[in-house]
């Protein structure tokens, strides 16, 4: 498989405390390793508008509508696409997004229950279709997940009922069995340097255009 644009387009999803940051952390070192120019954001919050926006949704603000919470990942969404992402792309540049559409749908549709039609819809209208080459879904149990968190210091969403919590996990699954050819799910109980390897196997197997000529990753191999 090839890439739908100059660059990679790759985002991470699951729950809080699965372990999105680190991997998106060693993921952008290896790529660093191989000098590929690679840019790591975050939705919301991935632009100057967007981190205003980023405030206001976790705010721990109560009676927010969900329509209204849902807009406002569309509009960060939105900037983020049009100021950093897509622009990224067309220069080349590998975007590794934590969160990204995905998200919408399980937060959004599964967990509060807004028809999953209507945020496909509206995640088409914010992205101009703009779909990732491939997304890392970082899957683990909501009880472990939900333990390995800081409740003393929890935001907006996260403040959410375990059942919440465990309607975003279904969300994702039944999401991630639509899409098989993008959404890879990664065990996220796992040691972090074998999730490490299992994303750099999977990434190139999909991309072997993209890898195929790199000597570090026949060295890495070894
Ligand atoms: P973060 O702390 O992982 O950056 O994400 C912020 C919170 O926003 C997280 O609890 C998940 C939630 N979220 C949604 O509910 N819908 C969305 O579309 C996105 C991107 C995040």
């Keep these: 498989m090839d890439v739908q644009s100059n660059g990679l387009f790759i985002s991470f999803e699951g729950p809080d405390a699965a372990g999105k940051s680190t991997q998106i952390r060693l993921l952008a070192n290896y790529f660093n390793k191989l000098n590929y ?3 790591v954001t975050r939705d919301p919050g991935g632009t100057a508008f967007g981190q205003k926006i980023r405030k206001i949704l976790l705010a721990k603000e109560t009676n927010v509508a969900p329509i209204t919470e849902l807009l406002l990942y569309a509009a960060d969404r939105s900037q983020h696409v049009y100021e950093l992402i897509k622009p990224s792309l067309d220069k080349g540049i590998i975007v590794i997004c934590d969160r990204y559409i995905d998200s919408s749908v ?5 967990g509060r229950q807004i028809p999953v039609s209507l945020i496909n819809h509206l995640n088409n209208i914010a992205t101009n279709k703009l779909i990732p080459d ?3 879904l970082l899957d683990i149990d909501t009880d472990i997940s939900l333990r390995r968190r800081d409740s003393s210091n929890l935001d907006r969403l996260e403040s959410e009922s375990s ?3 465990k ?3 279904q969300g994702y699954l039944k999401t991630a069995r639509l899409y098989p050819q993008r959404i890879h799910i990664i065990n996220a109980r796992k040691p972090i340097s074998v999730m490490h390897h299992d994303i750099k196997h ?6 072997k255009t993209l890898f195929s000529k790199n000597e570090i990753i026949a060295h890495e191999e070894n």
């Design 37 to 39: 120019q690679n840019i």
């Design 106 to 110: 399980a937060y959004q549709g599964y």
């Design 134 to 136: 491939i997304t890392f």
């Design 163 to 165: 059942e919440f919590h």
């Design 167 to 169: 309607r975003v996990r």
């Design 202 to 207: 999977i990434l190139r197997e999909k991309f």
